[in-house]
C-alpha cells in the first residue's frame, strides 16, 4: 500500500512559537458550538510537527511506519501537552496562573514517555526556540 500521508499539509502557524501553534491545534476552542480538532490522527499530528519544524521531514518519513498503538500514544500524549499549554497560557490571561512546578512537571513526564517510545532522536534541536518575526 503506497504511503498518503501528506507531510506538507498546511496549518495556519501565526502564534510565533511552536507549543503556541501546537495550542491553535484545537481551533475555535471557545466557540459555542464546540472546538474543531486539528490533529485528528497521527498523520495530521506529523505534519503539524514537520511544518512547525518540530521534526525533520525524514524523521517523519520514519515515524509514519510506527505501530498503530504507538501512534494512538503519541497522538494522545501530543493532545495532552497541547491542553497543558492552553492551561498555562489561559490561564495566565485569566490571571488564575498554573505554577510553573505544575506546567514542567506535565510536560517532563510526556518528553520522558516519548523519549522511551522513540527508536530515533528525531527532534530538531532548534525545535522549540522562537520564530523571528516575518
Known sequence: MPDTTDLSAPFKLSAGHAALDLVNTLDNRFR???PVEL??????????????????PRGARRLTH????????????ARELREALAAALYGRLDEKPVRPQ?????????????????????????????????
Open 32 to 34: 459555542a458550538d464546540g
Open 39 to 56: 490533529l485528528g490522527d497521527y498523520a495530521r499530528l506529523l505534519a503539524f510537527t514537520v511544518q512547525a519544524g518540530v521534526l525533520e
Open 66 to 77: 510506527a505501530a498503530p498503538a504507538a501512534t494512538l500514544r503519541a497522538l494522545h500524549a
Open 102 to 134: 505544575e506546567l514542567v512537571g506535565q510536560i517532563a513526564r510526556l518528553a520522558a514517555r516519548a523519549n522511551q517510545q522513540a527508536t530515533a532522536p528525531v527532534v530538531h534541536p532548534r525545535a522549540w526556540r522562537q520564530r523571528p518575526s516575518a
